[in-house]
Nanobody
């Protein structure tokens, strides 16, 4: 399984970015996906998750109302739309694949994800 994130960059506070994660090597439409981030000196943080059919999504409180996860199974891609960005959103952002087949509920537990991308840097200036 290969995951490639893109869309990161430098943005001013209050701005927006849309991250993409292109997947290959596994039937994409059968597995949930998640977005995570890790800032220097901090632990990895789960941000958003979506089930295989997009029927269930979940968000961390830190991004709820600002970030939106979505997916296009035909394109084997999951997205993270990030609005109202804050300097504290600065981190490396990763996507990952749920280890469970057709999990019915989106899950934000990192241990439930088994494949990870290499990450894309997001920097928010004040």
């Amino acid at each position: 399984v290969q995951l490639v994130e893109s869309g990161g960059g430098l943005v001013q506070a209050g701005g927006s970015l849309r991250l993409s994660c292109a997947a290959s090597g596994r039937p994409f439409s059968r597995y949930g996906m998640g977005w995570f981030r890790q800032a220097p000196g901090k632990e990895r943080e789960a941000l958003a998750a979506i089930t295989a059919s997009s029927g269930s999504v979940d968000y961390a409180d830190s991004v709820k109302g600002r970030f939106t996860i979505s997916r296009d199974n035909a394109k084997y891609t999951v997205y993270l739309q990030m609005n109202s960005l804050k300097p504290e959103d600065t981190a490396v952002y990763y996507c990952a694949v749920d280890r469970a087949l057709f999990r019915p509920v989106a899950i934000l537990t990192a241990d439930e994800y088994e494949y990870w991308g290499q990450g894309t840097q997001v920097t928010v200036s004040s």
